[in-house]
């Protein structure tokens, strides 16, 4: 199901369940519990094969990537910014992946890897956080694909790169 909640039947999006406890820079406690909020990860635009859940965890935001079927990633590149100015694009507005400054080359090739990733030093006053997550995947044929979650296009049209949102609780 694309852009769904992770379902808590399964076993590993289950174990991503956290209670988020967050002192923001503007010093506004927040306390709410949240589970994984997952996106079909997409290769071709049209493929799914995987997902990309993520979950709030105190000052830190964790993302796992997971592929489906005989689906392996190559190569996994992960930006988190509270705004599109915090994510390194060119000039036309298309993602540099080599310049994100979370990455795995993944030897031997993998169905998963997991990124915890700080957000201290991020606005957080819009209430969201954006990610974007790119993967280099591998397909039973030993074809390669690059391969986006589901979510706004950076580019209305020609490169498929995509980032999504992340509510953030209400700050008490």
Not at 9 to 32: C, E, K, P
Request: with cysteine; hydrophobic share 40%; net charge negative.
């Amino acid at each position: 199901m694309r852009g769904a909640f992770c379902h808590p039947s399964s076993g590993v999006r289950a174990a991503m369940t956290a209670f988020l406890v967050l002192d923001a820079a503007i010093s506004a406690t927040v306390t709410a519990q949240t589970s994984g909020q997952c996106r079909d990860l997409i290769a071709g635009q049209l493929e799914t094969v995987g997902e990309v859940c993520v979950t709030l965890a105190g000052e830190e935001v964790d993302i796992l990537i997971t592929t489906v079927g005989l689906v392996r990633l190559l190569e996994t590149r992960v930006a988190v910014a509270s705004d599109l100015n915090g994510f390194p694009l060119s000039e036309s507005g298309v993602p540099k992946i080599g310049l994100f400054p979370h990455s795995t080359t993944h030897q031997p090739p993998a169905q998963s890897t997991s990124y915890r990733i700080s957000v201290v030093g991020l606005d957080l006053a819009s209430g969201e956080l954006l990610i974007s997550v790119q993967a280099s995947v591998m397909d039973g044929s030993q074809v390669e694909h690059g391969a986006w979650p589901e979510g706004i296009r950076f580019r209305e049209r020609g490169n498929p790169a995509t980032y999504f949102s992340v509510r953030l609780p209400e700050r008490n």
